[in-house]
């Protein structure tokens, strides 16, 4: 049977301000003590007035302008009411009818996922289960709080992921949340259901507990058998939350939903309203950078490389801004050298095998886990990476010791030219050298040289190692070819 499926985010994001959404605690829920960033303030004691912290503000309102949304001029808090032990106030300070953005959407291949709003609330303290008790802390209650809905519009497991991961990597790009999902800066409620008639919405389940975009795209995947099953028995699906259990791979009923709950939101009378002006939304226009689709089509459009090398350098932000460096540095010296300009290409190519393979590689292996901010910390000068791609380009080095060099770099952050020079790493393109090398080494294999012989065309492969390992690596491995065909010929007459 074909079912329709349709799924809708709700999408909650932590903002990475310095302080919390109305008092002036850090904003920094993790690596304290519990209970330590309290004030009486966001633990609602009497008397206190909170104050709208305005970065937050921009910072939604700048989400909002990166994913296309109005920008409401004139909007306000409400409060949402209900109770519950990690909500000092007992309630919630949020938006509900007029939300900072609204009708936006965001670009998935080619197809447009409408965003129904954007609006900002605060956190809630978080509480840890104990065998006969609960322990609270309230760390993270009062954290500015930003919450996306989408409109009903996506239609499989993939697209959701590829939606989430998206608005993660836009996150990273505007600087608003590390978003990380694990440690709950990013939280995702995913709602689906499936009909089987085409523009008629089925019952909607919601999913909860979703620690990975992993999670997101198997709990959906999960989902949508279950629920056809139901449908195929001719079954009813109830509208419900459920959990995902990651460890049995499927979805556990939390809740039912029968009624709406009602939180009895009104505004928030202890905080003024909101006026966004043409001035500050200018302002705020002018600070939103280069977003990753941007990006996308620009390295497109300016450089040789295939969409799997351009996402390397779009996901990883900082390794992307790394690399123009180095293609600017490239391009001086092609200036300078008088390197034909039909090269560039090329040149550009091998600049980001090194960075996406060799140099990716280095940082993975040193820094666990593998963090977008470790280009950063880098003792490698663009400069430097440069001149290696050039020094390869020239051939003063085979790609082998250029692995080596760059480890080497990677450790020390030193020259390439000084290490080559330091361990006589350079190239032997001395053509008499070779020669000599490629005589000596038929004359101790005899064995390969028989193989040769034979017909074995491979033995001319374990020649020319013979000379690499003479060499050290050094020779140049299209001359010790040409010099080992030349004297195998000799002998074979
Ligand atoms: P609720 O009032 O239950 O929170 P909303 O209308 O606010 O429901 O929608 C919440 C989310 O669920 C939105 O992302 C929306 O796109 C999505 N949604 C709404 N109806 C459906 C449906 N029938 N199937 C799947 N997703 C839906
Ligand atoms: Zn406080
Ligand atoms: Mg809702």
């Excluded at 999408?11 to 904003?27: A, Q, Y």
């Excluded at 003590?33 to 008397?47: T, Y």
């Excluded at 802390?137 to 009062?142: C, K, L, S, T």
């Excluded at 600087?175 to 259901?193: H, L, P, T, Y």
Aim: glycine share 4%; aromatic share 8%; proline share 5%.
């Amino acid at each position: 049977m074909n079912y329709q499926v349709t799924i809708g985010l709700e999408i909650h994001i932590e903002l990475k301000t310095k302080s919390k959404m109305f008092c002036s605690c850090p904003n920094s829920p993790f690596e304290t003590e519990p209970n330590l960033n309290i004030c009486p303030i966001c633990m609602g004691h009497p008397g206190t007035l909170p104050v709208i912290n305005k970065k937050a503000v921009e910072m939604v309102i700048k989400t909002g302008l990166a994913l296309n949304c109005e920008i409401l001029e004139n909007t306000y808090f409400e409060r949402k009411n209900y109770f519950y032990p990690d909500l000092p106030k007992g309630y919630q300070i949020s938006q509900q009818r007029a939300p900072l953005c609204r009708k936006g959407f965001l670009e998935i291949g080619d197809k447009k996922i409408g965003i129904r709003n954007i609006h900002l609330e605060e956190d809630t303290g978080k509480l840890f289960h104990q065998k006969n008790y609960s322990l609270i802390d309230f760390n993270r209650a009062g954290v500015p709080l930003m919450e996306l809905v989408t409109e009903p519009d996506i239609t499989s497991a993939k697209e959701a992921r590829r939606f989430a991961e998206e608005l993660h990597l836009i996150m990273h790009y505007l600087n608003i949340s590390d978003a990380d999902m694990e440690k709950g800066q990013m939280r995702i409620e995913v709602n689906i259901s499936l009909s089987r008639e085409k523009g008629k919405l089925g019952t909607k389940v919601e999913i909860k507990n979703l620690n990975s975009f992993r999670a997101v795209e198997k709990a959906i995947k999960y989902e949508i058998r279950r629920q056809a099953k139901i449908l195929e028995d001719k079954g009813e699906i109830l509208q419900e939350t459920r959990g995902w259990d990651d460890v049995k791979g499927m979805t556990i009923p939390q809740r039912r939903k029968e009624f709406a709950q009602d939180y009895r939101y009104f505004p928030e009378p202890d905080l003024p309203p909101l006026h966004i002006d043409s001035r500050m939304l200018q302002e705020i226009k002018l600070q939103i950078p280069e977003l990753p689709s941007q990006r996308r089509k620009r390295f497109k459009n300016e450089y040789n490389l295939s969409e799997k090398e351009i996402e390397v350098l779009v996901k990883n932000k900082e390794l992307g801004n790394y690399f123009e460096r180095v293609v600017s540095e490239l391009k001086n010296w092609i200036k300078f050298k008088k390197i034909p300009k039909a090269h560039t290409p090329a040149i550009i190519k091998t600049a980001a095998n090194y960075l996406e393979t060799d140099l990716l590689g280095l940082i993975k292996a040193q820094t666990k886990p593998h963090t977008l901010t470790s280009v950063r910390s880098l003792k490698i000068t663009p400069e430097n990476f440069a001149e290696l791609i050039s020094i390869l380009w020239e051939g003063e080095i085979s790609s082998r010791i250029g692995k080596e060099v760059l480890c080497e770099m990677f450790k020390t952050g030193a020259d390439p030219s000084h290490i080559i020079e330091e361990r006589n790493l350079k190239q032997i393109s001395d053509e008499k050298e070779i020669e000599e090398m490629a005589k000596r080494v038929i004359k101790e294999n005899k064995k390969a040289v028989e193989d040769y012989k034979k017909g074995k065309e491979n033995a001319i492969q374990f020649l020319i190692g013979q000379i690499m390992r003479e060499a050290k690596g050094r020779a140049n491995p299209e001359k010790a070819r040409r010099a080992i065909k030349k004297y195998l010929l000799e002998v074979d007459q």
